[in-house]
């Protein structure tokens, strides 16, 4: 039976009084925007303690089965959910990769077993998952990933190399994606996917200083470690697929994920309302001509996003290029993002080039270290020239 | 509230018929062929394919049904022009809708039934406004003497060879006005034909000194300012729809180059260089179409609202900027065959700079923009 009206409407409530009876105190410390920015221990724990909370409250998960740690509610009370998280704008749940990707992949396709070993630890944060596709020369083409798994008895031994490994030293277990037929045809049909442990010998992290001068992804070497076959998911040969389907889950189109805030959105009226302070001339950098222009240029930008979003679901208003707007948005948004968090330091002045660490930086280097963090998603998830290329070729039929 | 602000967009049945209806027809009616073929006629458009248009109703979509209109209102002249855009189709279609709004809005429904029911059936009208150059100029030489007679000129006046009738925009006692003015009542002469880089397209200088307008045929009061302000937004989005819609047709043309051309024996749509831009275009004409029907879905028959206001000027300052990129990028990717007049690439380009120019370019929006979203 659906929800009311009602129903719907006393839930917001009750969720929007706990955020604010519960918002965590300013730690003192930037707290990460996105799950790829958990650089340090403190950071991890405060995370980790906050989704345990969120948790325990029921407003995570709530459209996962009951006994594997969910709510068993509709999908909508989930949603209600996130947006007070966000209305609130409390911390992220940062289990990211479990909540939203290995957490639905195993309610879809999982065994009993592996439903009733990780989700409810993926809900409480107890185990941290990370993801192991990307490799140093196979950036984005994963299809050509060559960490080997090789069966030995009731083990797969493992060999190889996973880059850009989003937690990788604090995560407890990895969505692996491996070789197990070298000779295999077609490169996909070589390919395996396993649910595996990262407290394994063999199995090593080194973390990455990123371009923001803090941590958050490791390199994960494999030497000759061992991890139990039944970690295998599915059937040798089928990695691909898995791996295709864990990605529709990545790109949002599968509603199967956990819920709660994923990252903190950092919007146009963000920038506007932070810096509209700021002097340029002796004037307010609102009143700039310039400036102006720029800044209208850029809500623009938004808009038409926003527009786009909704014109999709227009059959007539989409019948030159279907396809077009849903498999352009993430290249759209994620440029947008990267050139709106670059103006936000260029209408600093010269506070513009101070940084994190700095006592006269606006709100703690926010925006500096935004908009570095801003080429994690025109890299990752497939560069913005890859994803060009894919709208140039898929949509409008453009040779390879 | 947000910057982002009103993000509503609708597209009724009715105007996914007309779509429907209004593509076809431009497809099957006006092949680039045709299209060519009117360039240097004195109209610039076939008389009877306007004669079919009119018998369609899209002469009197926006109006009245007591007008005999169809009452569907000027958010449904949205996909007829875009259609019309796409097929580099030229018609009076967009100046007849604007002066019969300009009457409409600023007269009411009821002044001018009689002359709203001619436009309706296919008597075409011009909208006289401008008296120079400068889109933001709201001062109005063109005056009305006591006794009721014009004293002035006007410039870049669309469709005006071709027009039967005149909504003209005069200063009466220091204050806007509008003057309805029959074609028969010009002296011989009047109009002096411009010679324009979109060949689709027709305009001329009107001089309407010594045409008396009676008092029926004169507005007056605080209804013609505001009835201006949104004539022009919505000359702004009618411009926007039909430069969205050439862009469309542009970036088949690119692309189709694109997928056929063969350099240093590879099809040169497998470069990255013309590739990437080429996305570029679809994104921007994606964004284009989003804001146009965006625009339709906010206005009405009555005074258009601040919503509307943003919408109209986002659709224009965005779907011109569209066409003259993508215009530009046609003519460079057909290589020297792109420097050719007997490329199509030249339509395009020669179209973006008449549509960035039509009721203000992309720099007047923006800066409009400025106002109403960051004071």
């Not at chain 1, 950092?266 to 720029?294: A, F, S």
């Not at chain 2, 099957?28 to 073929?37: H, Y």
């Not at chain 2, 097929?87 to 300009?102: D, E, K, R, V, Y």
């Not at chain 2, 003057?179 to 002296?187: F, G, M």
Request: with cysteine; hydrophobic share 40%.
């Amino acid at each position: 039976m659906s929800a009311t009206e009602q129903e719907l409407k006393d839930f917001r409530g009750q969720v929007s009084a706990w955020m604010k009876d519960n918002q965590p105190a300013d730690p003192g410390f930037l707290l990460p925007q996105t799950f790829m920015e958990v650089g340090d221990e403190r950071q991890l724990e405060f995370l980790r303690e906050w989704q345990h909370k969120v948790w325990s409250a029921g407003y995570l998960g709530m459209a996962w089965p009951k006994e594997y740690g969910g709510g068993g509610v509709e999908r909508v009370y989930q949603a209600i959910a996130d947006q007070e998280m966000r209305r609130h704008a409390v911390p992220i749940c940062f289990n990211v990769i479990g909540l939203g990707w290995a957490g639905p992949l195993i309610i879809d396709i999982g065994t009993e077993a592996e439903k009733a070993r990780y989700l409810q630890r993926i809900l409480s944060a107890e185990d941290i998952w990370c993801q192991g596709f990307s490799e140093p020369d196979h950036g984005s083409d994963l299809g050509n990933a060559q960490t080997r798994a090789v069966r030995d008895g009731d083990e797969y031994v493992l060999n190889g190399q996973k880059i850009w490994t989003t937690m990788g030293n604090f995560a407890q277990y990895m969505i692996l994606l491996a070789r197990t037929n070298p000779d295999a045809a077609r490169k996909y049909d070589g390919l395996s996917y396993f649910l595996s442990p990262m407290d394994v010998p063999g199995i090593e992290t080194r973390p990455i200083r990123k371009i923001t001068g803090e941590y958050g992804f490791t390199e994960t070497f494999f030497t000759d470690a061992r991890i139990p076959a039944d970690c295998l998911m599915g059937e040798e040969g089928q990695g691909w697929k898995i791996a295709m389907q864990t990605l529709q889950y990545e790109r949002g189109a599968e509603a199967g994920a956990a819920g709660g805030l994923m990252m903190v959105r950092v919007t146009i009226d963000d920038m506007i309302e932070e810096l509209h302070d700021v002097m340029r001339d002796g004037e307010p950098v609102l009143k700039d001509p310039v400036m102006r222009d720029q800044l209208v240029r850029m809500i623009m930008e938004e808009k038409a996003i926003a527009l786009g979003d909704r014109r999709a679901h227009i059959a007539p208003l989409t019948s030159d290029y279907p396809g077009s707007l849903p498999l352009s948005h993430k290249l759209r948004t994620t440029e947008m993002t990267r050139r709106m968090r670059q103006f936000a330091i260029n209408l600093q002045g010269a506070a513009g080039g101070l940084y994190v660490g700095d006592d006269e930086a606006r709100q703690g280097g926010f925006w500096q270290r935004a908009y570095f963090n801003s080429f994690s998603a025109t890299i990752g998830g497939g560069t913005s020239q890859v994803q060009a290329n894919i709208v140039a070729e898929h949509i409008l039929g453009l040779p390879k | 509230m947000s910057v982002i602000g009103n993000t509503a967009l609708k597209f009724s049945e009715e105007q996914a018929m007309l779509l429907d209806v209004a593509r076809e027809f431009c497809r099957d009616k006006s092949p680039i062929s045709k299209v060519r073929a009117q360039l240097e006629t004195d109209t610039g458009f076939d008389a009877a394919l306007w004669d079919e248009m009119v018998a369609l109703g899209w002469a009197g979509i926006a109006l009245p049904e007591s007008c005999g209109g169809s009452g569907m209102g000027v958010a449904t002249v949205v996909p007829v022009v875009e259609a019309m855009g796409r097929a580099m189709l030229g018609t009076p279609l967009i100046s007849t809708t604007l002066a019969a709004q300009f009457l409409l809005r600023a007269g009411g429904e009821n002044r001018f039934e009689g002359v709203l029911a001619e436009i309706a059936s296919g008597t075409t009208a011009a909208l006289a406004q401008l008296e120079n150059a400068d889109w933001g100029d709201t001062s109005i030489a063109c005056s009305i003497t006591a006794d009721g007679v014009l004293q002035g000129r006007k410039k870049f006046v669309a469709d005006a060879e071709v027009a039967r009738l005149f909504a003209v925009l005069v200063n009466h006692e220091g204050a806007p006005a509008l003057a309805i003015v029959r074609a028969e009542q010009l002296p011989a002469g009047a109009i002096t034909p411009n010679t324009l880089i979109d060949q689709t397209k027709r305009s001329a200088s009107v001089d309407f000194t010594g045409v008396p307008v009676t008092a029926e045929n004169l507005v007056t009061g605080e209804a013609v300012a505001e009835a201006l302000r949104d004539v022009r937004l919505l000359g702004a989005l009618l411009t926007a729809a039909e430069a969205t819609g050439s862009a469309a047709s542009c970036l088949d043309t690119v692309v189709d180059y694109l997928k056929t051309r063969k350099q240093f024996g590879k099809l040169i749509g497998s470069y990255q260089a013309l590739k990437h831009p080429t996305v570029d275009i679809l994104s921007a004409v994606d964004s284009g179409r989003s804001f146009i029907y965006h625009a339709a879905t906010l206005v009405g028959d009555g005074p258009l609202d601040r919503d509307a206001e943003i919408a109209c000027r986002m659709a224009k300052a965005h779907a011109t900027e569209t066409l003259l990129y993508a215009g530009d990028r046609a003519v460079q990717f057909h290589g020297g065959m792109g420097f050719t007049y007997e490329c199509d690439a030249q339509l395009y380009i020669r179209r973006a700079q008449w549509s960035q120019q039509q009721f203000g370019d992309a720099q007047h929006h923006r800066k409009r923009l400025a106002a109403l979203l960051l004071d």
